[in-house]
């Protein structure tokens, strides 16, 4: 073994924190993202959200639909540099009808930021996004946001996160006030008190202390909010959980910082903790076992394809997530799935719509394949060995809607247009069984329709007509008893892309009865 490689490797591993940020629509996740990346000096001016409606739309949010709406609708990566760390963000979409391409890049990180906002409290969306965090055990990092509104109190937003979400906290800090009130927050693990200055609060000073106790403290903050700490911050040392940091690696204790996004308070001190705290790259287990990144054969597995990132050139671009391995540019790899070598020539790396080609990169990074329609999601690539990566689940939709296209002449492109938005997981696409050749699309959420239909239009030219159909669940089904005549009534058989049979119910009553006429059968509610 080279000694050289293996050395880099290990320093690379080290650096590398890849993470995900978590939340529910307008809880502030794009402002949060946005001042990370100024901290990393990635962008010189953060477009704020209030901005939005002149032409400074936020970095991380690039497609056409997007800029429109104030929303993240697909799946960003961003890569920085901060304290001698190399960062890796993988934005989410927060909205809820984003949710399956949400699920599949959350596959891809390490870690989660998860972003609460201090009025509202745990949301729906983030309750379903840390579920699928929870059930792949990773460590999860809470940011209570916009504590320069009036919010609840901090203890209630602890206890809701303990009975919604089924996960202890432990502050990291707590704050001095809120809303008008707020003047700083004090830093339990630092013991240091981090005050707003200036009318604006635009500059932020940061002071030791011996504890929460200090008269700095009372000299900053007043009699009233001072008292106000040192009963609530007695009463956490006392009743509070300890900091424990094998429990937060498990994804049983999630340590909590308290902050404003907008005004950049407590970001840096967030960022700073997280980089000491979250998880390097981790062994990822495969089909040949265990797979450390610091193993010198090159593996990665496609998690996300995005098509027409630029639109001027109609390009495909497959997100890679690198498991273990130097990548360098032009080196040759095993496609695993189709079973032959192929060359990664023009592997690029992200600040979301801005690419640069990348010469290198190490375990834990996501770098974009020119993909000329050979990658599926879930695909496997690695050096030598057969390894396959634990498979991307396809998610059960809930929304299904007959397509049509209304000009015949079209079709063409609107075969390929839903091809590529399938393959990218915009959509899913069900054929009839009967006598009448139909395409039914499914979907998580209705907002992946309207996405479907501007983009069909936007980039391949086709005016579609949807027409939603009664049907609220898919189940995959599969045994030797299937009986394709007891799907008639408030039910459909179909098959999805790969020929399996899935059968959609209007309502629990019609799946429930299906389900009794034939015990035999598996109702599955992922693809097999």
Request: charged share 25%; with cysteine.
């Amino acid at each position: 073994m080279s000694k050289s490689l293996s050395e880099q490797l290990k320093q690379e591993v080290e650096k590398r924190r890849t993470f995900a940020i978590i939340s529910h629509p307008d809880a502030g996740k794009t402002t949060l993202t946005e001042k990370l990346l100024l901290f990393g000096g990635a962008i010189r001016l953060a477009g704020t959200v209030k901005a939005r409606k002149a032409n400074k739309h936020a970095t991380s949010d690039w497609m056409e639909i997007e800029k429109q709406r104030g929303i993240s609708v697909t799946s960003s990566v961003m890569q920085f540099d901060f304290n001698g760390h190399r960062i890796n963000i993988l934005d989410t979409p927060g909205h809820q009808d984003f949710s399956e391409d949400t699920y599949r890049t959350l596959t891809a990180a390490d870690s989660a930021v998860m972003l609460i906002d201090v009025a509202k409290g745990v949301e729906a969306q983030t309750i379903k996004l840390f579920q699928v965090c929870a059930k792949r055990g990773i460590p999860i990092f809470t940011f209570i946001n916009k504590l320069d509104r009036e919010g609840r109190n901090p203890f209630e937003l602890m206890e809701e996160i303990e009975q919604v979400l089924g996960i202890r906290s432990v502050p990291m800090n707590w704050p001095i006030g809120m809303g008008r009130e707020l003047c700083g927050v004090y830093d339990r693990m630092k013991k240091q008190v981090e005050q707003f200055q200036g009318d604006d609060h635009s500059v932020i000073k940061v002071e030791k202390v011996e504890d929460y106790r200090d008269p700095v403290i009372r000299e900053m903050a007043g009699d009233y909010l001072h008292d106000q700490l040192c009963e609530e911050l007695e009463l956490l040392d006392v009743a509070g959980d300890e900091f424990d940091y094998e429990k937060v690696k498990r994804g049983e204790l999630t340590p909590v910082f308290f902050g404003s996004a907008i005004n950049n308070f407590g970001v840096q001190t967030f960022l700073e903790n997280f980089l000491q705290l979250a998880p390097k790259p981790e062994i990822r287990q495969s089909t040949e076992g265990p797979v450390d990144p610091t193993d010198e054969k090159f593996t990665g597995y496609i998690f996300k394809i995005q098509a027409n990132m630029n639109p001027a050139h109609r390009d495909r671009i497959a997100f890679l997530r690198i498991c273990s391995g130097k990548f360098e540019r032009g080196m040759s790899v095993k496609h695993v799935r189709a079973g032959k070598e192929i060359k990664l020539a023009q592997p690029q790396q992200f600040l979301a719509q801005d690419r640069d080609i990348v010469q290198e990169a190490f375990p834990g990074d996501i770098i974009g394949l020119f993909d000329p329609g050979i990658f599926r999601i879930g695909d496997s690539l690695s050096q030598g060995s057969e390894v396959t990566f634990d498979e991307m689940p396809t998610f059960s939709p809930e929304i299904f809607a007959r397509v049509t296209v209304k000009n015949a002449l079209k079709h063409k492109q609107y075969q390929k247009g839903v091809d590529q938005l399938t393959e990218e997981g915009t959509i899913q696409v069900f054929h009839a069984t009967g006598v009448f050749d139909e395409t039914i699309l499914g979907v998580v959420g209705q907002l992946q329709f309207e996405v479907f239909e501007y983009r069909m239009k936007a980039e391949y030219g086709v005016e579609v007509q949807l027409l939603r159909l009664t049907y609220q669940f898919a189940r995959w089904v599969a045994g030797a008893s299937l009986d394709p005549s007891k799907f008639r009534i408030n039910s459909q058989l179909v098959t999805d892309k790969n020929g399996n049979y899935v059968a959609l119910f209007e309502n629990e009553y019609a799946m429930r009865t299906a389900m009794d006429k034939m015990p035999d059968v598996t109702f599955s509610e992922t693809a097999p």
